[in-house]
């Protein structure tokens, strides 16, 4: 139901900027993976306000350079400018800084919309974390309580990042964990195969790098839920144009 330039839950924490006056800005700022959704959907951002965009990444791949594809595609068509350098420390005063993943204090204004129409479910909620700006934002603004789970850095990051940006531990959502370790964007067979067993039973595209964790950890934990759950679907599908042909040529396997 959201605008489709904004990859799902970016959406929501980029809102608190769609209504916001750019007039003191030239450029937005920012940095992470040369794939990332939040990229992508930073650069649909500066297309609409008309302000430059400069994204700092640690390294991209020769392939990708040679072979554009996915969020860092399109967000070159809108305009990126993309660097393999450290980001600026300090900036100028016409550039607005926006941290990896979305990972700030902004975001809650549309997380907190998000949650009140959340509201009128009689659900608990889940959904896989990745800075874990999200669920924290969501169980701040809902009595009902939000599982997550870990996909990048484990549980231990996960808390610090919550901590971050919430001082109050009984505020945060509960993290659910799974025993083995896995690695955030490295590909897993088993990853593969509860994605295209989503596909078959439900029709729904998920993710490729947050929705197989979160639902192995959703199954893994259905015993114990009191409550129904609603999952939540954060978009990433842009992604999967570049986490799909992965996994393909890695199981050779063709199930789309
Ligand atoms: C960004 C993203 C996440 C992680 O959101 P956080 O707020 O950083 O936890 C999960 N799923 C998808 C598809 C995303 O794009």
Known sequence: MLDSRFSGNKARKLHYFLNYDFNNFRKIISHGSPQSNAMYSLSELS????????YYVDHIA??????????????????MKILEEAFPITLKDEELFIPEGGHFVEAEYGIKILAQELKLYDADIFLPSGTGTTALYLQKHLKQKVYTCACVGGANYLKKQFLELEGDERRHPTILTLDKKYHFAKLYREFFEIWIEL????????DLLYDPL???????????????????????????ESMYPRYKRRFNEDYR
Do not use: R, S
């Open 214 to 240: 979160g639902w192995m950890t959703l199954l893994k934990y259905q015993p114990q839920f009191k409550k129904e759950i609603l999952y939540i679907h954060q978009g990433g599908l842009i992604g999967n």
């Open 62 to 79: 020769d392939y990708l350079k040679q072979n554009p594809h996915g969020n860092y595609k399109y967000a070159l068509q809108n305009g």
């Open 47 to 54: 297309k609409i306000k008309g302000v430059g965009f400069e």
């Open 199 to 206: 596909k078959k039973e439900t029709d729904i595209e998920f």
